[in-house]
């Protein structure tokens, strides 16, 4: 069975980054169930309008719903109440990328909240960063080695009885979100890096 909470969750982040124009990275989107644990997840790259292909800043969005929430969900649907909230882990990931020469982490994460605005009652919280090498096939080639730096932000979105109830409820939860990714897109843009 598809939970339709999860459902609605995906619809509300849809039109919080839409709202905010974001743009969805055509061929990103993936909505997968993990046959043998059973978690749903669902994930999706979005851009800043005219950042062409690949982007030079995106953000990476995949939430889970794990099998445990899926069935205090259901049970709370049959009446019969949970003992533990249900909820969504949230992971969003910030990249700058197709740079010239490797970042200074520092620098990234100096313009990079600690955490994210408030989803339900929770922020999401930022981790280390990870700076990426991509070599030619031609070692030799120093002019064709091109960088990349992701931060993260993560955590959970829990459900509460509104949110379980009303899917407009998430809309309110999700909304603050595509604008502050925009903006996180946008400081990551500004920032010199060649």
């Not at 259901?74 to 019969?80: E, F, H, K, P, R």
């Not at 949230?90 to 982490?105: G, S, V």
């Not at 994460?109 to 960063?129: C, F, H, K, W, Y």
Request: net charge negative; glycine share 8%.
């Amino acid at each position: 069975m598809l939970d339709h909470v999860f459902t609605d969750a995906i619809g509300a982040l849809r039109d919080a980054f839409e709202d905010a124009l974001l743009e969805r990275q055509a061929g990103e989107e993936r909505f997968q169930t993990d046959v043998l644990a059973g978690d749903i997840s669902w994930e999706n790259s979005y851009a800043l309008p005219g950042e062409g292909q690949p982007p030079r800043t995106c953000a990476d969005v995949s939430c889970v719903w794990p099998t445990w929430s899926q069935a205090a969900y259901l049970s709370w649907y049959a009446g019969d109440g949970y003992t533990a909230p249900p909820h969504i882990d949230i992971k969003i990931l910030l990249r700058a990328q197709c740079l010239a020469e490797a970042p200074d982490p520092a620098t990234v994460l100096g313009v990079l909240p600690a955490t994210s605005p408030d989803i339900g009652s929770e922020p999401l919280a930022r981790g280390g960063p990870r700076v990426e090498s991509l070599y030619a096939e031609d070692l030799d080639d120093a002019d064709a080695t091109e960088y990349a730096i992701d931060v993260s932000y993560e955590g959970a979105y829990e459900l509460d009885e509104a949110g379980l109830s009303d899917g407009a409820e998430l809309d309110k939860h999700f909304t603050a979100l595509g604008g502050w990714i925009a903006s996180m897109l946008v400081r990551l843009g500004d920032l010199q890096l060649r």
